[in-house]
């Protein structure tokens, strides 16, 4: 064993992981440091290795990646591995089937779900319509709104018991004869605050809306119900998008021609932040590359170091892979689910910090072009690093049949690339999340437990130093305005590069989310952010270029919709 180096962590992180991810004794102490924890981590992942030297390389190899903060499984990991709950995966994807047996039955599998700390995405579809005939009691079904309730009220309860906020997410197609209800379900009922509320949206429904035709809504029971306008239902989710950054939108059709594992069914949904797509039952196990530390210096500036990338990617391919064997899922049925398609999902974060360091303007073609080779360079080799743990481990066991084997690709899992949100362990890493660019120049931090940081973008810091602009006057005028645009004195060169969510165009987001998904076999977490000011066609705007991009979901928000906004600019009440 190497000798105890603990890693070197912002305060923040520090207070995050004391608060919620180091292991406590009965007494509720806190029983391990930063190091012990990453190690406990890499311990489990190594010790899936066949022979004990095996067993020791790769453990060291894991540490010293952890410990440099170079990449990082998603928190379940972090909190469960090597404890007695070993519950190691972020993502679940659940269904509910048409009857009260099976809405119960779902809603016990989330709730063993939660109790570990992952994220449930739910599909309501094959709920029946309000109003249709129940036949053992000849009476009326209550609708799928009706049940989100039920399930709304129950990841409340479970979840005040959990390390996280229970995230749910429900999704409805948008033929259900329920979609006007679901689509409104949050405005009318203020209390329904776990689940995020998405709508399946069909290539089918995109051209009723270009043709301005009537829709047919049908019953999960076989029927049609009604015809309405298309566009009066596209209308209506984009105002309510526009009012409370919900529905988000997710393009059925498009995932389903990416399905991996068609023999296993369809998609109908993904995981509460919708990098994983999958069948029902589904699991996925997360990491992240953070691209900050894979810059290296080159005469005063920055350069990206795509050897040492390649190296991690590997290396997190591997661990990913161990994690799948290692992983203790809750219930027997996604257990089998899990190891007969080996899921895993890598993904990265802090592009925008990357950008910035290579003086590439996160909305320009250049900032976009420097992300396509990133997520190529990823692509390709995870699909190596996939490659030959199937020569040496054998491919998937549910490869036969799968999309992969059409194309004739030897894989030794179903999903290799998912971008997560990364909304915790960027923070631990301390860089920016996934693919987003950074909200504000200086901004307040929330987190769970209402506790409020102020914080600098490092960069922006360290560059108005070197010019001698760092005064208290122009930090009080960055926190006021959220970007350096307007604000004299700055060099325009600076102005270029120093771009923030609120600078970046909707269309820019978009492209930016485009070029990713293009090389990612999963799916991509991504938020488009609006100013306040923006109006309902802004929305539809953006919804209908995210269709047109051939993005799989696209989520809005519009500033100050939500009370409970992460990231802002001044002190909410
Ligand atoms: N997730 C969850 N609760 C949370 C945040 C996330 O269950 O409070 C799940 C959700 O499925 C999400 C996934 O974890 O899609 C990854 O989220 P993120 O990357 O933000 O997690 P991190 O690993 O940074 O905590």
């Not at 000798?3 to 102490?29: F, G, M, Q, T, V």
């Not at 440099?68 to 998603?74: K, M």
């Not at 102005?495 to 165009?505: A, E, H, Q, W």
Request: aromatic share 8%; glycine share 8%.
């Amino acid at each position: 064993m190497k000798e105890r180096r603990e890693p070197c962590l912002s305060p923040l992180a520090l207070k995050i992981l004391e608060e919620r991810y180091l292991l406590r004794d009965k007494e509720r102490h806190v029983i391990e440091t930063p190091y012990d924890m990453y190690r406990r981590v890499a311990e489990t992942m190594g010790g899936q290795e066949k022979a004990p030297a095996e067993q020791k390389e790769w453990t060291e190899r894991f540490l010293e990646g952890l410990l440099n903060l170079e990449w990082s499984p998603a928190s379940p990991c972090l909190m469960n591995a090597g404890t007695p709950l070993q519950q190691l995966s972020a993502c679940f994807v659940l269904d509910i089937e048409d009857s009260m047996e099976s809405i119960f039955t779902t809603l016990k599998d989330a709730a063993l779900i939660y109790k570990t700390g992952g994220g449930v995405g739910f599909h309501f579809g094959k709920l029946r319509e309000r109003g249709a005939l129940v036949s053992t009691t000849k009476g009326y079904s209550s609708g799928t709104v009706a049940w989100l309730k039920v399930y709304d009220t129950a990841v409340e309860a479970i979840a005040q018991g959990g390390k996280r906020r229970g995230a749910a997410l429900g999704v409805l197609p948008v033929h259900h004869p329920d979609i006007l209800s679901w689509i409104k379900a949050k405005a009318i009922d203020r209390e329904i605050t776990n689940f995020n509320l998405s709508v399946a949206i069909t290539d089918e429904f995109i051209r009723a809306v270009d043709r301005d035709e009537y829709f047919t809504l049908s019953s999960p029971l076989g029927h049609s119900v009604r015809q309405i306008p298309a566009r009066e239902l596209w209308n209506e989710l984009c105002y309510q998008a526009w009012s409370t950054g919900e529905p988000g939108l997710f393009f059925i059709d498009r995932a389903n021609r990416d399905n991996p594992n068609p023999h296993f069914g369809r998609i109908y949904g993904g995981n509460p932040c919708s990098e994983f797509l999958a069948v029902p039952y589904s699991s996925c196990n997360l990491a992240s590359i953070n691209l900050e530390k894979h810059l290296r210096k080159l005469n005063g500036g920055w350069e990206f170091d795509w050897e040492k990338f390649r190296t991690t990617i590997h290396t997190v391919v591997r661990f990913l892979d161990n994690m799948i064997d290692a992983n203790v899922l809750p219930l027997p049925k996604l257990q089998e689910m899990a190891l007969a398609t080996r899921p895993i999902g890598l993904g990265f974060m802090g592009l925008a910090r990357v950008l910035k360091a290579l003086e590439l303007g996160y909305h320009t073609g250049e900032g976009r072009s420097f992300a396509q080779s990133m997520a190529s360079f990823l692509r390709q080799e995870a699909e190596a690093a996939s490659r030959a743990l199937a020569g040496e481990r054998g491919v998937y066991p549910a490869w036969s049949g799968s999309l992969w084997e059409k194309k004739g690709v030897r894989l030794r899992h179903s999903n290799l690339l998912s971008i997560a949100p990364t909304g915790t362990i960027a923070t631990l890493t301390n860089t920016s999340w996934s693919l987003e660019p950074e909200f504000a120049p200086v901004y307040q931090r929330r987190i769970l437990g209402g506790k409020v940081f102020w914080e600098m973008d490092p960069q922006l810091e360290e560059k108005l130093k070197e010019l001698d602009l760092d005064t208290p006057e122009l930090r009080q005028e960055l926190e006021k305005k959220g970007s350096i645009q307007e604000i004299k004195g700055i060099p325009q060169e600076i102005k270029n590069v120093f771009v923030y969510s609120l600078d970046i165009k909707p269309a820019d987001h978009l492209k930016m989310q485009a070029v990713i998904q293009e090389y990612v076999d999963g799916a991509i977490s991504k938020t488009i952010n609006l100013p306040a000011s923006a109006t309902v066609a802004e929305v539809a705007k953006a919804y209908r270029l995210a269709y047109d991009l051939g993005l799989k979901g696209c989520t809005v928000y519009r500033q100050g919709t939500r009370l409970d906004q992460v990231l802002s600019l001044t002190k909410t009440k």
